[in-house]
């Protein structure tokens, strides 16, 4: 019996940069989970019907953890199967652009490169396709929350907290506020309707007060 697809939630956050184009409209991002540990992902890949137990699954992953890195510390990629390539890139110093071939005589690399980072690239083939809209289409998307962030200030500290409602929630009271503010300007012009037709009824009893002639 396979097991029940996990859905990935998606959020909702309001675009409030008024110089933006955007300003105003909602925009999704990922509702992000807890991080799996190490030994969690051992154990799922354990519950998930691997011959090996957690020990040796977790041994595995960690001497990963520690290859990985030292390879592509030496400017080696490192493509792990069906899932991807780990491969590094250099990260330009503020100013640290070379000008021209002159500048490379004696050139020491530390005084132009800021940071060596870590990236990874899906797999993109026909078979294995992990690249954005394809993998995409492996996930199964629930909306679930409009995310809000707020300043506060705690013991004399500015903080950033972030709130959640739920988007089921936000669109009921949506609803119903403009349920209600139909239902009070269709009572507003009833009644604007009403007094007119009174008037109009007094204006004819007014008539009726008046003595009639020739009698």
Not at 81 to 91: H, R
Not at 101 to 124: E, K, T, Y
Not at 127 to 143: H, V, Y
Request: with cysteine; glycine share 16%.
């Amino acid at each position: 019996m396979a097991a029940e697809k996990i859905a990935m939630g998606i959020n909702l956050r309001q675009n409030k940069n008024k110089q933006n184009s955007g300003y105003g409209k909602y925009y999704p991002e990922v509702d992000v989970q807890k991080t799996l540990s190490l030994r969690g992902f051992a154990q799922h890949m354990t519950n998930h019907g691997s011959p090996y137990g957690r020990a040796i699954v977790e041994g595995v992953l960690m001497q990963i953890t520690e290859c990985l890195p030292e390879l592509v510390a030496q400017g080696v990629p490192v493509q792990l199967g069906s899932l991807g390539t780990f491969y590094p890139t250099a990260e330009v110093k503020e100013g640290g652009a070379v000008p021209n071939i002159a500048a490379m005589d004696g050139l020491n690399p530390n005084d132009v490169v800021a940071a060596i980072h870590i990236r990874f690239l899906p797999d993109s083939t026909k078979l294995d396709n992990l690249s954005g809209p394809q993998f995409k289409n492996a996930c199964t998307l629930e909306l679930r929350n409009i995310v809000d962030t707020t300043v506060v200030e705690v013991d004399g500290k500015i903080k950033k907290v972030q709130t959640l409602k739920p988007i089921a929630t936000a669109v009921a009271e949506y609803k119903s506020g403009n349920a209600q503010g139909g239902n009070t300007g269709g009572n507003t012009g009833g009644g604007n309707n009403n007094t007119g037709g009174n008037t109009g009824g007094g204006g004819n009893t007014g008539g009726g007060n008046k003595e009639p002639i020739g009698d």
